[in-house]
């Protein structure tokens, strides 16, 4: 019997939760994503000490301003990886705008078509690129808006059912509801432990990619942030799963049976709703959860693309 991950992937796209050059070698994704995390951890892999070093070259070049040098040279790096990572994938490389640009719509619209703009000097299109912004109201307008011009984008940081809705109705081509943070912070919030089939993620990303297909939404569901494998094979059959390269090895090991959790015409009824920006954040208020884990992933985004400037500016 082919190993799990095999199975997997006759039935969900696996796309590879990591910037690690030789993990998306060796598992074969169809898809990579980064972000502020992972680069930082890339900035420590000796492979990327000279795409560090040529990014600063190359910033230091388009402005006099120290600050600017080293915000352009973050970017510049996280594109150039990206560039590295597309000659491996044939789909999509997901990458993010700074977590500091999240309640501000108009600045996270510039700062993707920057970011596209250093892809096509790197010779790769918008066709392959994935922005990705943090699903504040302000984060998915301005989803709304790019996706408008032809640039595709990934709400991430998803916790919430409104979250996801919101961003459906904005046209966003892929969403990454955070599975494995929602767990921790149920754990932490009721002291109880839940099986893969309890858990309150793999829940969570069940009824959005439910709603989604029964109401006809072309967005794409990508279940993210993984604790184990079992919320993995619980959520077997959506349409992608961004998962890191410890757990993919673990189901590249397991050669038991994979069971289809998930399927395109098979659901529990559900209304539709629709979000304006009050009933957006009233149901964010009420959802104590969402509220916080959002809150907390753009701060610690946040650290660690400031950990990343401070490394830059340390070689300038």
């Not at 492979?47 to 301003?65: I, M, P, V």
């Not at 619209?109 to 096509?120: G, M, P, R, W």
């Not at 993995?232 to 390269?245: K, M």
Request: glycine share 6%.
């Amino acid at each position: 019997m082919d190993n799990k991950l095999d199975q997997l992937k006759a039935m969900t796209q696996v796309v590879a939760d990591t910037g690690d050059i030789e993990a998306i070698k060796l598992f074969k994704p169809v898809d990579a994503t980064t972000n502020p995390s992972l680069l930082l951890k890339a900035s420590e892999l000796p492979h990327y000490q000279e795409t560090l070093k040529a990014a600063l070259s190359w910033a230091k070049e388009q402005s006099s301003d120290p600050s600017e040098q080293i915000a352009l040279a973050c970017d510049k790096f996280g594109v150039d990886l990206g560039t590295e990572i597309t000659q491996i994938v044939p789909g999509y490389i997901s990458t993010e705008v700074d977590a500091r640009l999240s309640f501000d719509t108009e600045a996270t619209v510039l700062k993707a078509k920057q970011i596209i703009e250093l892809y096509s000097a790197n010779g790769v299109g918008k066709d392959r690129v994935l922005i990705k912004i943090a699903s504040t109201w302000e984060g998915i307008k301005a989803a709304e808006q790019l996706q408008k011009e032809g640039i595709n984008c990934n709400l991430t940081l998803i916790f919430s059912f409104a979250q996801a809705v919101a961003a459906a109705e904005a046209n966003a081509f892929l969403i990454s509801p955070f599975v494995g943070r929602i767990l921790d912070w149920y754990k932490a919030s009721t002291g109880e432990d839940y099986t893969a089939e309890t858990d309150p993620g793999v829940k969570s990303v069940t009824q959005i990619y439910n709603y989604f297909k029964q109401h006809g939404h072309d967005t794409i569901v990508m279940g993210a942030s993984f604790r184990n494998t079992g919320e993995i094979e619980q959520l077997a059959g959506c349409d992608r799963l961004t998962i890191s390269p410890a757990l993919l090895s673990e189901l590249e090991q397991d050669t038991s049976a994979l069971e289809q959790k998930l399927y395109k015409d098979q659901f529990e009824p559900m209304d539709a709703v629709s979000f304006d920006e009050a009933g957006f954040r009233w149901a964010m208020n009420e959802d104590a959860m969402a509220t916080e884990k959002l809150a907390e992933g753009i701060r610690n985004f946040t650290k660690d693309q400031i950990k990343l400037e401070q490394k830059l500016a340390s070689l300038a």
